[in-house]
């Protein structure tokens, strides 16, 4: 599989946002991720549905949406996705999420399971048949600008062996966290397709996003 860009719009001009999803778009992102939260499953609220839906409205890049709310099988309806796009919950927000994962391929768009830093790659053994992507947290989640954790290479790697071992390799691994040119080259030999790119290599000062997005897939 081809290694992919994911934009964190939290970090994106929040005041020009169609103007940044055109520059997005110029700059030849693969996905938007839209980052939700309920400030209970992490402690912090950030962008909402009806964004999501006018997003969904005006680009025909693909959306990437990671769910941070606690019981996200609530919500799967309240957002237009379709076929190319990736709903993404965290294992660690639901009693019962192979019931979560099996709405969202019923809704008809592609599956993420999320794992939070202290979360074993293991989870999501029984799981497989119901994951389109793996979302492998580089941080804990909730905030930008944060520091990648220390086992994020290893975990990348395990990961990664693991879902081969499960015969599993069509499962592309996302990071999100603190993805810097120097994590994201060294993430990408560990395994790691997808990348959710935010203040830490894409929305920079002194470089327009086609620069920095150019920059990134340089290393990939
Ligand atoms: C973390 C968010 C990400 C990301 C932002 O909870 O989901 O969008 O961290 O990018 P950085 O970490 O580079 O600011
Ligand atoms: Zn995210």
Do not use: W
């Not at 991720?33 to 969904?56: A, E, Q, W, Y």
């Not at 389109?132 to 804990?140: E, F, G, H, R, Y």
Request: hydrophobic share 40%; proline share 3%; glycine share 6%.
């Amino acid at each position: 599989m081809s290694k992919l860009l994911s934009a964190s719009l939290m970090c994106a001009d929040l005041m020009n946002l169609e103007k940044s999803v055109n520059e997005l778009k110029n700059a030849g992102i693969d996905y938007l991720h839209i980052d939700i939260m309920d400030g209970c499953f992490v402690p912090n609220i950030t962008l909402g549905f009806d964004l999501v839906n006018s997003i969904k409205s005006i680009t025909d890049i693909s959306l990437d949406v990671h769910m941070m709310v606690n019981e996200p099988s609530r919500f799967i309806d309240r957002m237009n996705l379709d076929k190319n796009d990736y709903l993404c919950v965290h294992c660690e927000s639901e009693v019962h999420i192979q019931r979560t994962l099996s709405q969202i391929r019923e809704k008809g768009c592609k599956t993420g399971m999320a794992i939070n830093p202290q979360t074993p790659v293991e989870s999501m053994k029984y799981l497989t048949d119901y994951i389109d992507m793996a979302l492998v947290m580089t941080v804990s989640p909730g905030f930008a600008g944060q520091k990648i954790f220390a086992g994020a290479e290893r975990k990348v790697s395990d990961a990664r062996k693991f879902l081969d071992e499960c015969g599993c390799s069509h499962i592309p691994i996302e990071v999100d966290g603190n993805i810097s040119v120097e994590n994201g080259a060294k993430l990408s030999r560990c395994g790691a397709e997808i990348f959710v790119l935010g203040t830490s290599s894409l929305f920079l000062k002194g470089k327009t996003l086609k620069q920095a997005a150019t920059e990134f897939r340089e290393v990939l």
